[in-house]
Antibody, heavy 123, light 110 residues
Framework: QVQLQESGPGLVKPSQTLSLTCTVS??????????WSWIRQHPGKGLEWIGC???????FYNPSLKSRFTISSDTSKNQFSLNLSSVTAADTAVYYC???????????????WGQGALVTVSS | QSVLTQPPSVSAAPGQKVTISCSGS????????VSWYQQLPGTAPKLLIH???KRPSGIPDRFSGSKSGTSATLGITGLQTGDEADYYC???????????FGGGTKLTVL
């Protein structure tokens, strides 16, 4: 059973960089066949996809979001990470990591999710 | 404003059936597979349906999915109080080159 666990600071000051890590167990992020993704949810709002990384290191992001996001991976630790620079209060949200099943150009869904990490941006 | 449109809320009595709609366009639902997620209060989303109508292992057959044209529907039969949750549809959008979600539907089991 694949499990994902987010970790990182719960409080970040405005203009600083938010850094979160997702640790995967029960499966290897370098085994191929899956993408690894970050999704966020603003308080009381819906889901917003941030971006994905493949085991090869290739990444792609939500084009609707400004390019302040960076997703990277550390296959030796079976982890992938999210960095968000120049945060503002509008970045306060629960951040989820998830495994992605992508098949061709038409199939894309999140089959395993972490429990989520609440990040508050405040001075 | 979400790319996919869902009703904000639906309600039904225990034991009854409810459907939740998800409307999109040709660049998303019309040409890509739809998935559905259940988010119980205070928890992470959970995959309910993928590829329009497939249930992951462990998801009861009370949950079903369908798609027609640029709309998709989640059906839940034999409603239980434990089904009270927010439900989201999602899919790939070929024009936006990204994943899009509906705004979510809050299910109340009266």
């Amino acid at each position: 059973q694949v499990q994902l666990q987010e970790s990182g600071p719960g409080l970040v000051k405005p203009s600083q960089t938010l850094s979160l890590t997702c640790t995967v167990s029960g499966g290897s992020i370098s085994s191929g066949g899956y993408y690894w993704s970050w999704i966020r949810q603003h308080p009381g709002k819906g889901l917003e996809w941030i971006g994905c990384i493949y085991y090869s290191g290739s990444t792609f992001y939500n084009p609707s979001l400004k390019s302040r996001f960076t997703i990277s991976s550390d296959t030796s630790k079976n982890q992938f990470s999210l960095n968000l620079s120049s945060v503002t209060a509008a970045d306060t949200a629960v951040y989820y990591c998830a495994r992605v099943r992508r098949v061709g150009a038409t199939t894309f869904f999140f089959d395993y999710w972490g429990q989520g990490a609440l990040v508050t941006v405040s001075s | 404003q979400s790319v996919l449109t869902q009703p904000p809320s639906v309600s039904a009595a225990p034991g009854q059936k409810v459907t939740i709609s998800c409307s999109g366009s040709g660049s998303n639902i019309g040409n890509n597979y739809v998935s559905w997620y259940q988010q119980l209060p205070g928890t992470a989303p959970k995959l309910l349906i993928h590829e329009n109508n497939k249930r992951p292992s462990g998801i009861p057959d009370r949950f079903s999915g369908s798609k027609s044209g640029t709309s998709a529907t989640l059906g839940i039969t034999g409603l239980q109080t434990g089904d009270e949750a927010d439900y989201y549809c999602g899919t790939w959008d070929s024009s936006l080159s990204g994943v899009v979600f509906g705004g979510g539907t809050k299910l109340t089991v009266l």
